[in-house]
């Protein structure tokens, strides 16, 4: 049986790299590629992604995974061959539903709004930005379509990001959370004096904040043999492999604070990317098990140690030696409270970590009413701006700063927002859990040590890829299922320790 | 018989784009990805390069091009889809005689090679290379035999870079060459002090000569929403569709020529490829026709304008802008000068106009005898320092700045370098040849008005890209075939004029 495992191994692989061609032109499409190469572009990315998909969904596929089931049954379960076959046998199954066209025009659709999207973005329209939303809707409803065992077509778009997971579940647990945030909400909102994040406001040049997240994420991590920072007008992490790791992150010149937190962020993103095993290279496991896993890790990064107290104390001479002027007089708990300034606020990536859940609760909601036929699309922008008000208080100016600002939908990305959050409540999860195998943790951060971290992550994460399920995943690292209640606990802890007391 | 087409153009089409794909990966490789995703990269260039050729070569393909015999003599020769079908049928019957296998492995061979090779360049140790090199050669000698139809296996390789031309054909204009070149070289080393160069000799950063490079180019046709400039270790230019160009240089801090002329270089190849018509866009005739034509256009601009008298009244100013210190008291005939100094030096891509073809004449016998079983490579570093020696007089301290100094072998361009003399030579007879056309040339260069000589190449040459054979296009740009005489008499024109006459 092992020539026919070979086999399977080898088509999936021509598949898989592929798929990686076609990343490596995305993440060239966003970073690198002069506008006017956008229309042909587009066209290339549909190719790939056709081929891929028809490679993938080959009959001959189907039959080698059909004469490796005994064989799969032979091996321990957990064994990267076991999982190749498990994995591969699940994504073929829901691949097959999908017809090649299909996969292709929702590819070249993509690729084409997110052209509509930067221009409408710029000009704040979003009449520029309809005409492909529509069209990224409408074969979406013909890809849940494919799908009927989903009785609600938004958990065929949620399956895609975090298998297994319903749009039910997501409202259980966001309702949850609706019920403790916005009284925190309500508490910064009346007690902004008691943080001041002024220090991170002033001018900072693009090419010295390059220095300091690279000082940084150098210390999580980063190694410029392997991985590459660049611009992009929406960060992301993407890799063509373990040891080529693509972040991106923007630089806003008069706040200090988005491109350092980004570049932490994007960071915790390529950790994961780069800690799947080796023996998986190449292989559609090679890869973060889910977004909301992914997530977790983008988060522990970003907020557990990049918006802790010790992390400051490693972290502010780095930030001296950059910028003396701005942070030569400033101490450790200035710059630590700075670090955690809420408010709320209109952009989600900007947002900190009380209000973050309210902008991805607001996404969920509308995401289901324009799947449901509920909302017209054209009425978008009215209902973005009514629930920006019920949420968080507050009216975009424009188009720009509210229902244009992310770059999800115009890739026909619906049912990716509610993992953000997930990663939140996930990212508190695992961190209570580490608390126990790193007694020393709080010690090894303020001195810049990270290596335990990443190594404690890598093993009970990392290096499983996408060999389990996301449930099977969640428990390994983080010892049970999804909870809100560690993230809560955390977050109205921090939220007191910087605000005063809630009576 | 239109449907029948259209499935043709659809599945070259899918075919194109997975070339470009591997493009843009090894434009990536180049210039882009960190070092350690290189063993990785060239699995998936690997991967993309079989997929691209098995499709190419797919039954199915010639089916159809059999079926569109009678379609194809119905329509305009010279129209772009009966030149469609005529090219496809010969790349078609050429890459039939190729193994699926064999493709793949050079591609992989290539990558790695390429790897050892800037490893062992970095290192001045060709024993690092030579086990790669020695893969290449073997597996070209299996791709020439894939062609029993070429008594000369050289002839083989040689077919892929300018199609029906023969080693002989190329030998007997390098014989010409060499019956005249060597005098005037002669002649120059005996007159060096009449051209000082010292004025591109200096401090001159990087950011500035980058600066300065695009200053110039744009004038020539780079399109900052349509082309990139990038650095990478060998310039080459490249692309992903016609309006998306991409060019490469390198800087050299203490010699500003260097990126200068590259520039100028890589810009002339790149205006050939943004010139071909866009209705020819994602075809495999989109390119341009074979690599001495690309070559004359690279030269067209680096030498016949970018070393001319006219050029340096409109350039010098820009020059002097960017470099006040250095070129504030410089006038033209002294900037002019030194761009045409001439001597005897160990680097091809720094060679001057005179010497630059006996570089190339070296490397084709080189290449004739390793491919002809008659030198051992690991005796490959000895033979080029005698030619060195011979044709040169010159012996390169250590086989980086000898056998080691271009990229061509690494990726296994045997018959590759021929085309760059070739290409000084139509050079001048396609600069001959638009004098009739363009009286006013000198005074438009010398205001910095390219878009006349632009549109004369676009319209004789440019569009067509690979419509016509290159004995087809020669005729078309230059009026007549392949002829060493033009550029004979221009150099020994230029020499005479600059370095006094020969008695």
Same mark, same amino acid.
């Given at each position: 049986?092992?020539?026919?495992?070979?086999?399977?191994?080898?088509?999936?692989?021509? &598949?898989?790299?592929?798929?990686?061609?076609?990343?490596?032109?995305?993440?060239?499409?966003?970073?690198?590629?002069?506008?006017?190469?956008?229309?042909?572009?587009?066209?290339?990315?549909?190719?790939?992604?056709?081929?891929?998909?028809?490679?993938?969904?080959?009959?001959?596929?189907?039959?080698?995974?059909?004469?490796?089931?005994?064989?799969?049954?032979?091996?321990?379960?957990?064994?990267?061959?076991?999982?190749?076959?498990?994995?591969?046998?699940?994504?073929?199954?829901?691949? #097959?539903?999908?017809?090649?066209?299909?996969?292709?025009?929702?590819?070249?659709?993509?690729?084409?709004?997110? +052209?509509?999207?930067?221009?409408?973005?710029?000009?704040?329209?979003?009449?520029?930005?309809?005409? $492909?939303? *529509?069209?990224?809707?409408?074969?979406?409803?013909?890809?849940?379509? #494919?799908?009927? *065992?989903?009785?609600?077509?938004?958990?065929?778009?949620?399956?895609? $990001?975090?298998?297994?997971?319903?749009?039910?579940? =997501?409202?259980?647990?966001?309702?949850?959370?609706?019920? &403790?945030?916005?009284?925190? +909400?309500?508490?910064?909102?009346? !007690?902004?004096?008691?943080?001041?994040?002024?220090?991170?406001?002033? !001018?900072?040049?693009?090419?010295?904040?390059?220095?300091?997240?690279?000082?940084?994420?150098?210390?999580?991590?980063?190694?410029?043999?392997?991985?590459?920072?660049?611009?992009?007008?929406?960060?992301?992490?993407?890799?063509?492999?373990?040891?080529?790791?693509?972040?991106?992150?923007? $630089?806003?010149?008069?706040?200090?604070?988005?491109?350092?937190?980004?570049?932490?962020?994007?960071?915790?993103?390529?950790?994961?990317?780069?800690?799947?095993?080796?023996?998986?290279?190449?292989? /559609?496991?090679?890869?973060? #098990?889910?977004?909301?896993?992914?997530?977790?890790?983008?988060?522990?990064?970003?907020?557990?140690?990049?918006?802790?107290?010790?992390?400051?104390?490693?972290?502010?001479?780095? &930030?001296?030696? &950059?910028?003396?002027?701005?942070?030569?007089?400033?101490?450790?708990?200035? =710059?630590?409270?700075?670090? @955690?300034?809420?408010?709320?606020?209109?952009?989600?990536?900007?947002?900190?970590? /009380?209000?973050?859940?309210? !902008?991805?609760?607001?996404?969920?909601?509308?995401?289901?009413?324009?799947?449901?036929?509920?909302?017209?699309?054209?009425?978008?922008?009215?209902?973005? @701006?009514?629930?920006?008000?019920?949420?968080?208080?507050?009216?975009?100016?424009?188009?720009? !700063?509210?229902?244009?600002?992310?770059?999800?939908?115009?890739?026909?990305?619906?049912? $990716?927002?509610?993992?953000?959050?997930?990663?939140?409540?996930?990212?508190? %999860?695992?961190?209570?859990?580490? %608390?126990?195998?790193?007694?020393?943790?709080?010690?090894?951060?303020?001195?810049?040590?990270?290596?335990?971290?990443?190594?404690?992550?890598?093993?009970?994460?990392?290096?499983?890829?996408?060999?389990?399920?996301?449930?099977?995943?969640?428990?390994?690292?983080?010892?049970?299922?999804?909870?809100?209640?560690?993230?809560?606990?955390?977050?109205?802890?921090?939220?007191?320790?910087?605000?005063?007391?809630?009576?």
């Amino acid at each position: 049986m092992e020539h026919v495992f070979d086999e399977l191994k080898r088509s999936l692989m021509e &598949v898989q790299d592929l798929r990686i061609a076609a990343g490596l032109m995305s993440w060239d499409q966003q970073t690198m590629m002069p506008p006017r190469g956008a229309a042909t572009r587009a066209e290339h990315l549909a190719t790939l992604s056709r081929l891929a998909h028809e490679r993938f969904i080959a009959p001959r596929i189907g039959d080698l995974l059909e004469r490796l089931t005994s064989y799969e049954a032979s091996l321990p379960p957990e064994s990267d061959d076991a999982s190749l076959i498990r994995v591969a046998r699940r994504d073929y199954e829901k691949q #097959c539903k999908v017809p090649a066209e299909l996969a292709e025009e929702q590819a070249r659709a993509a690729s084409q709004a997110r +052209v509509a999207w930067i221009e409408a973005r710029r000009n704040a329209d979003f009449a520029i930005f309809l005409p $492909y939303l *529509e069209r990224n809707v409408e074969l979406l409803l013909e890809y849940a379509a #494919c799908f009927p *065992e989903h009785a609600d077509p938004y958990d065929a778009l949620l399956d895609d $990001y975090e298998s297994g997971l319903t749009a039910t579940e =997501v409202e259980t647990v966001f309702n949850r959370l609706k019920e &403790v945030q916005p009284a925190l +909400v309500a508490h910064v909102t009346a !007690h902004q004096d008691a943080v001041d994040d002024a220090v991170f406001w002033g !001018h900072f040049p693009a090419e010295q904040q390059r220095t300091l997240s690279i000082a940084i994420i150098e210390h999580f991590g980063f190694d410029p043999e392997g991985w590459r920072l660049d611009i992009a007008p929406h960060p992301f992490a993407s890799k063509t492999s373990t040891t080529d790791i693509r972040l991106t992150t923007r $630089y806003n010149e008069s706040h200090l604070a988005e491109s350092l937190f980004a570049g932490m962020h994007e960071c915790g993103h390529g950790l994961y990317e780069a800690g799947v095993s080796p023996t998986l290279e190449r292989t /559609l496991l090679s890869r973060g #098990c889910s977004l909301s896993l992914h997530e977790s890790q983008s988060r522990l990064w970003e907020n557990l140690v990049g918006r802790s107290r010790p992390f400051w104390t490693f972290a502010l001479p780095i &930030v001296r030696s &950059v910028f003396p002027d701005q942070f030569g007089a400033v101490d450790e708990e200035t =710059v630590y409270r700075a670090a @955690n300034k809420m408010h709320p606020s209109l952009i989600r990536v900007e947002a900190d970590e /009380l209000t973050y859940n309210l !902008h991805i609760i607001l996404r969920f909601e509308l995401e289901r009413e324009m799947i449901h036929g509920r909302l017209a699309l054209r009425d978008l922008p009215e209902a973005w @701006n009514a629930k920006m008000e019920q949420y968080l208080g507050l009216t975009p100016p424009d188009d720009a !700063h509210g229902v244009l600002q992310d770059i999800h939908w115009s890739g026909g990305g619906f049912g $990716y927002f509610p993992t953000y959050a997930l990663g939140n409540l996930i990212s508190v %999860q695992i961190w209570d859990r580490l %608390q126990d195998d790193l007694p020393d943790l709080t010690e090894q951060m303020s001195r810049g040590e990270f290596a335990p971290l990443r190594t404690w992550l890598g093993e009970r994460l990392h290096q499983h890829g996408r060999k389990f399920t996301p449930r099977e995943t969640l428990q390994k690292v983080a010892g049970g299922p999804l909870d809100p209640e560690p993230y809560l606990r955390y977050l109205t802890a921090k939220v007191q320790s910087l605000y005063g007391p809630i009576r």
